[in-house]
Every structure is written in structure tokens, then in C-alpha cells.
């Protein structure tokens, strides 16, 4: 849900060893750079893995967060189409929750330019499971602004098969995509998940009686199902993967 996904169950660096290590895979060395890192939750993780991390986030007030709670991880100002780094620097880029905003005519030559020979990209997003009955339930209440196609495994992959591709006619810079699922859960109360989902993109371009009436429904749902009524539950989660490898 979080730009910086929380991937610790999700595993950050290999599909095959998704209980020891993470979404890189076998990357060649320990530098990962966290691209959009936003307040450094995933950046946390990496360096809980053992990763040397460089973090980089557009957004000038995210860095100084990250750099409170995680002092030791350089974090720079710079965005996908612009990184801030000399050439083959990082072994494996991570991006959480955040690779479908890049432009990836200019970004993918970017990333390119940063990863050594054979380096890893990798995207992950945090989905919840509307495999279970009552996830499904919230979702048609909510509609499509408030749980949206990269929300649900059901459609994750099909979104975000193509978010390392540049447009048509601009060559591509990675190998063949591979995508994975990672299960996982957040503890919530009815009340923190209405108020996260309410920050979602589609939500806040709504006008605010619809908005209200859609975080209304949501409330009214919630209360009404076993699962979600009584105090803290378990929002059951996936971390999807899309890993491809520099050409």
C-alpha cells in the first residue's frame, strides 16, 4: 500500500530463495539502489537484508525522513529519468510501488546506465488478496478509484507486464520479464485501512461528496462483515514482483 513496499515476507532478492533473500535475485554484488524510495520503508528492508543501499526520491521532504530513521543509507535527490549516479554503480534496482509512474523512454536508458553488465530491475507492488471472499466484497463496494487494477492479484500482472517497456519505437534495454507472488498480511483496523485507501490517487482527484460517499460505503461494508468489525484484523496481502535483467 505504501510506496516503499514492505517486502520482508515478499522476499527483495530471488524467486527461487523467496524465504532467504529478495526480488534481485542472484545479483552480482550487495548495491541496490531503492529508486523512488519515498520514507525508506523498503530501503529498510534492504538494509535489514544486508544490502549496501543508495536511495534516490524526487519528492524533497520524503529524504529527510529517511535520512532520520536510516542515517547510515545515502539518500539523494533525483527521479527515475534522472539518477544521480555514475555509470555502473549498483548491482540491482528496486522500485516500490512505484515503476508505473516512470517514463521508461527516458527511464529505462537511465537504469540501464546505472546497473553493471547483467544487473537486476525489479518492481514490486503491493496488492490485496481479493482471492479471499471478504477483500473481493470491499473492492466492488469500492469501486475502481479506490481499489484499482495494480490493487488486486487478479490484474496486477496484466498492468504492470509491460512497466519496464518504453513506448514503441524506443529499443528496450532488459531482458524478458518474470513476475512472482509473495503472500504476506498488515494488520489493520477498519478505520486505518478506510483512511489509507482514502489517499489513493483516484480518491483524491474525486469530489469530496463522492469521495465521502465511497469512504462511507466502504465504512458501512467493513462493519458489516465478521472479519473486519471487531478491532485489528489481518488484511491478507500479495507483493508482486516484475523482475527483468539489463540487456
Known sequence: MARGTDSRRAGVFGFRQAQHGTAAGRAPGPRVLDLGAGTGKLTATLVALGAEVIAVEPDSAMPAELRRSLPTVRALPGSAEAIPLPDATVDAVLAGNAMHWFDMAVAGPEIARVLAPGGILAGLWNVMDDRVEWVAGLARVGGSAAIGPRDTPASWRAETAGAHLPEIGVAARFGSAEQAEFPHGQRRTADSLVATIATRAGMLVMPAPEQETTLGR??????????????????????????VRRL
Open 218 to 243: 466502504m465504512r458501512a461494508f467493513l462493519a458489516s462483515r465478521p472479519e473486519t468489525a471487531r478491532g485489528e484484523f489481518t488484511l491478507p496481502m500479495l507483493t508482486g514482483v516484475l523482475r
